[in-house]
């Protein structure tokens, strides 16, 4: 791996590393540190894998039963409620599923912005986790348009399912 300085005039203004221009900052580097810089860059080319920058660590990882327990007892009601109501239909519309969270919340204005706040909640968590989705969506063109659809991931399916008979049992 090499570094290539780029020098103007006695200021080393920046550094390529594997074809990514790293910018210096202030005026630049006086050109007389370049030997300390390439000493440092070494030295971390040492303890650093610097050809794995920007790649993608790992592909999302499955989910086991004990996991997605543990996900869905940290969940709160929104969220539960959207898992709850994908157990019980095999796909449902986006206005339907708001419809539906409306009613068994109890709370007339929940809204489309509401549902994406509790599905933003757990996409950020399932992306920390580095975990596949639980649920899919897909979008589908009616007589009206357009309209996005959700459902269970059919890998986990049953667990989820699992999970809500046993928390009626408790």
Same mark, same amino acid.
């Given at each position: ?15 390529? @590393? ?12 006086? @050109? ?23 790649? @993608? ?40 599923? @708001? ?72």
């Amino acid at each position: 791996m090499a570094l290539k300085p780029y020098v103007d005039g006695d200021k080393i203004k920046k550094i390529e @590393v594997e074809g990514s221009i790293i910018p210096a900052r202030n005026n630049g580097v006086p @050109v007389s540190e370049l030997t300390e810089i390439i000493s440092a860059f070494n030295t971390l080319l040492r303890y650093f894998d610097f050809q794995s920058i920007g790649k @993608v660590e790992d592909e999302a990882k499955e989910w086991s039963q004990e996991e997605i327990f543990d996900f869905l007892n940290e969940r709160n009601e929104r969220q539960l409620l959207f898992f709850r109501i994908l157990t019980e239909y095999e796909e449902i519309g986006r206005e339907e599923l @708001v419809d539906k969270m409306a009613k068994r919340l109890k709370k007339p204005k929940f809204n489309g912005r509401m549902l994406a706040g509790a599905l933003g909640g757990i996409g950020i968590r399932t992306n920390k986790l580095n975990k596949e989705p639980l649920y899919e969506k897909d979008w589908k063109e009616d007589e009206d348009g357009w309209e996005c659809y959700y459902k269970l991931s059919t890998s986990y399916s049953p667990i989820i399912e699992d999970w809500f008979e046993e928390e009626k049992e408790e």
